[in-house]
């Protein structure tokens, strides 16, 4: 084998990275611990916010000492293997949309007394009324108006293709009503492009029906102020030119007395004064201003007020203590203390003030402090932009396509923007304008970049930039980057959002259910690895290795990634780990086959890698050009799913392949003398004589396939799948106990009151508090069904747990329970995530096509493969649908989806290892029996076929037999793909073959 120094290197390397990797994981563990026991209280409770406290108090304190480097916990969370919402919980947000922001847009901010005052009236009323906010605005402003038409409110340039004057208010409030919509769609969408950027978390993000409501759960999140910016901010990207200061200092100079009464009220008085107190004072015209500000820095500095204390500011005159001249400097900037800003705001925004500055000139802080490293002191920037044409900023956010993080020349984190072609032909005239003034001044013009009306970087323009990209350098962390590139990808939000609830959940997955799962998959693969030994003998024990080296790599490598693992993430991991097994038990099948040959044991083990790399390649692209187009096109737990599996190919085909040859030539490196085989008395033979007909029964599998795909498909279109919250929504509820409820269990206990119906339970800020979401009567919206909902969950947690429902909270005790709140919640996989699907599963059909067309010369292979492919999904449903007619019930959810994408990835690998098999056989040249072909050669890998199905459907059945009732829609689904991909390969894809060339060979004869 050649470059084995390098595969040794390559695996030492991997191996280190996961280990140091993974170690931020156990640690990181050990502290969830900690944290939990911290926040148990009597009767153990879990206070989940108390949990939280407890991590964010530790977040910037070192918790992990590494050979001597310390790593905050932090540190240790962005390096660990994090978990998804199914897995682990996080923070649950409930965001409100402004409705208000967006009535004042369309009417371009009107400033008609009679429609602030209405505005003013609805947000009272809003506060004591469950009525839409428009409606309020609608009832108070006919209220006050003596004319109470609207229409009039509304019309402007912008708004002339919604409104016009002659429309009725009850026209007008359709179009608000739905343009309020609209934002709310739109911000649904934007946001959940902002929070999953990667796909891997799996948030769950569902609109709150009736309201202008969302509601987000973020998985983790122990670090919830960043959660809260990101969620938060508009995104409202705009470019300003900044003002020179000889625009706006006289002006400033006359608002001098209002500020320094200000401050003497407030007895404060932060920055340098002492130098130029006397300087500011003296400086009466415009060309004094300049003078001043072209003087270096070290003219301008000195801490006057210091040395005079707060006792001394009635000594100074107004003119010499103006804070805006805290602390001049050249080239425009105005940098002050953090602790005076709050005043000078308050006087900035009040109106004689603005009407003393020029209206071509507003004032913009900065977004975020510089430290002074020698005394600590925080200060921010203030500076003066030139308003445009109808007080717009001179471009936008909107023409941005591209945003990411990036690292400067310096070594800074900033973000690098790029235009639309709009974007370009507007930022290469501001650019070109900001340099003219550069070359004609002293001076150099400068251009703002602000985002939600403060200042990220102001950067000074030497030149034209012609190509349409641009840089904000805000002194960022690598996070805070990421973050804003990712806002600003995701695009701006039509109105303001505000945060009106916040909880801790706990996963949707619950500890039991978790922990069956677990020892039920470790279960499936002890018996593996045993039969592996049993079957392969030595070859056995290597291909365990490099299983176990897949497992492992890939864990670390998601940890790298700063990846979480999801149930669909896990359901990828089962995908890998059986291509992995079956690329060493194609390997092995090869090997054995030139041992009978006669073939010296070295040489056997050289030809069987040879061969079966081929068929290996192929098995893998299939399935890696699959997930390439998922994470491309798809959405949610699609991309997620894809993300994992990318990673499991790459790192199964190299653990199998190549770890294991290196292995196992050391374990032979004395050739026959090495005594290394991969029989056992059991396998010696087992399977080695097979000759069975199978195109001869290839009608029968069509008859018996197109029985149940049809009954299947009618169950389903008469009695409908049961779909889950994930598609359908549902109603929720928050539901009060004394003592610790297990999530699982109560989710289990209510199936039947809510008929099998999709079913969602997790603690909800404590472990005695849970929040139950279903989509039991979802398509009723009528008041009887919201009543027979809430009765049902009644009766079902009274059933269960013998206590008795109480509608005040407050006498809840040990034989009493409560529900404190409820609320209609939209699908977590919304439409256009469906269509994603859509799309992603289109465009993978394609692509299997024509690969399979190039690797095969033959479009009836494509076309057989696709049948097969899509024989399989359909087959899978239709198991469900079947089920349900011996109530057996399983939901249609996220989970569902995992598994349907690991039995596509399954079947598309078995298909195309029995395709290669086919296309070897016919290259011999041996028959011209086509049919006779492919009976010998699916016979010649239905050893490998049965081995690499066995091995799979272990870990599966050992899951759905003992992983739980909660995980048992998964298996189930696994359980049947995997059964059924098997199936197709031999039974649907190689006579679909068959029966194409015969039908083309009739046709030519």
Known sequence: MRNKGAVILLTLVITALCVYYLSFTFVSRNIQQDAISYATEQNDVINLSKKQAYLDSIWNIPVYNLFGAEFTYKEVKD????????????????????????????SGNNTDPQFIEAMRLARERQKDSQERFSSLFRTAYEEIASDDRLAPLFVTAANRERFSVDMSNDEVMDVIDREIEDAIDRSFIILRTRIDQFGTSQPNIQRLQGTGRIQIEIPGAENPERIRKLLQGVAKLEFWEVANPEEYLTSLISINEMLVEEMKKEKTLGGDLETNLNQVAAADTQEDL?????????????????????????????????????????????????????????????????????????????????????????????????????????????????????????????????????????????????????????????????LDNNVYSAPYVEEPIPNGSSRISGNFTVEEAKDLANILKAGSLPAPTRIVEEAIVGPTLGKIAQRQGIVSIISGLGIVVLFMIAYYARGGFVANIALVFNVFFILGILAQF???????????????????????????????????????????????????????????????????ILYILGQGPIKG????????????????????????????????????????????????????????????????????????????????????????GGRSYVVNFSQPVVATDLKLALGESFEGRGTEVKNYGGNNIVKVTTSYKVDDESDSADDEVKNALVSGIESYTGLEYVADAAT??????????????????????????????????????????????????????????????????????????????????????????????????????????????????????????????????????????????????????????????????????????????????????????????????
């Open 812 to 1005: 809840i005790d040990d034989q009493h329970f409560t529900i404190s709140g409820s609320s209609k919640v939209g699908a977590t996989i919304a439409d256009d995530i469906v269509t994603a699907s859509w799309e992603a599963g289109i465009v993978s059909i394609i692509v299997i096509f024509l690969y399979i067309l190039i690797r095969f010369r033959k479009w009836q292979f494509s076309t057989g493969a696709i049948l097969a492919l899509l024989h399989d999904t359909a087959f899978v449903f239709s198991a469900f649908a079947i089920a349900s007619i011996f109530g057996i019930t399983f939901e249609i959810d996220q989970v569902f989806v995992a598994a349907l994408l690991t039995v596509i990835g399954y079947s598309i690998n078995d298909t195309v290892i029995v395709f290669d098999r086919i296309r070897e056989f016919l290259g011999l040249g041996t028959s011209t029996d086509n049919v006779k072909i492919f009976n010998s050669a699916i016979n010649s890998t239905l050893n490998r076929t049965l081995i690499t199905s066995f091995t799979t459907l272990v870990v599966v059945l050992i899951l759905f037999i003992f992983g739980g009732e909660v995980l048992r829609g998964f298996s189930f689904a696994l359980l049947v793909g995997i059964l059924v991909g098997t199936y197709s390969s031999v039974f649907i894809a190689s006579p679909v073959v068959i029966d194409l060339e015969t039908k083309r060979n009739v046709k030519k004869g």
């Open 290 to 450: 300049s003078d001043l500000l072209s003087a270096d820095d070290d003219s301008l500095s000195g801490n006057a007020a210091d040395s005079l204390g707060t006792d001394g500011l009635d000594s100074l005159t107004n003119t010499e203590i103006s804070p805006l001249f805290s602390l001049l400097r050249s080239q425009n900037e105005l940098i002050y203390e953090v602790k005076d800003t709050s005043v000078i705001g308050e006087i900035l925004r009040k109106d004689e003030v603005k009407s003393m500055l020029p209206r071509n000139v507003k004032p913009v802080w900065e977004v975020k402090p510089n430290i002074d490293e020698e005394t600590g002191t925080e200060y921010l920037t203030l500076y003066f932009v030139r308003v445009g044409r109808g007080g717009k900023a001179q471009l936008t956010g909107e023409v941005i396509t591209d945003a990411r993080q990036d690292i400067d020349e310096r070594g800074r984190a900033v973000v690098t923007m790029q235009m639309n072609a709009v974007g370009t032909k507007g930022w290469r005239n501001m650019t070109e304008k900001a340099a003219a003034k550069a070359t004609a001044t002293s001076l150099s013009d400068r251009i703002a970049i602000v």
């Open 79 to 106: 390096n660990e293997l994090s978990l998804g919402l199914d897995l682990q919980g996080g923070m649950h947000v409930t965001l409100e949309v402004s409705p208000v922001d967006i009535i004042k847009g369309l």
């Open 641 to 728: 799913f894809a993300i994992t599996l990318m990673i499991g190919i790459f790192c199964s085909f190299f653990s199998a392949v190549y770890i294991t040859r290196v292995i196992i030539e050391w374990m032979t490196r004395k050739g026959d003398e090495s005594h290394v085989s991969f029989n056992t008395p059991f396998s010696k033979n087992l399977l080695s004589n097979i000759n069975i007909d199978f195109m001869s029964r290839r009608k029968k599998a069509y008859v018996f396939s197109a029985i149940v795909i049809v009954i299947g498909i009618t169950l389903a279109a008469v009695q409908g799948l049961n779909l889950g919250v994930d598609f359908k």
């Open 562 to 628: 700063n990846a979480a693992l999801t149930l669909p993430g896990i359901a990828g991991i089962v995908l890998t780990i059986g291509m992995s097994i079956d690329a060493n038990v194609l390997i092995f099948e090869r090997i054995r086959e030139e041992l009978r040959n006669g073939v010296r044991l070295r040489e056997a083990i050289t030809m069987g890698y040879q061969k079966a790399f081929s068929s290996i390649v192929d098995a893998n692209l299939t399935t890696l050009l699959t997930a390439a």
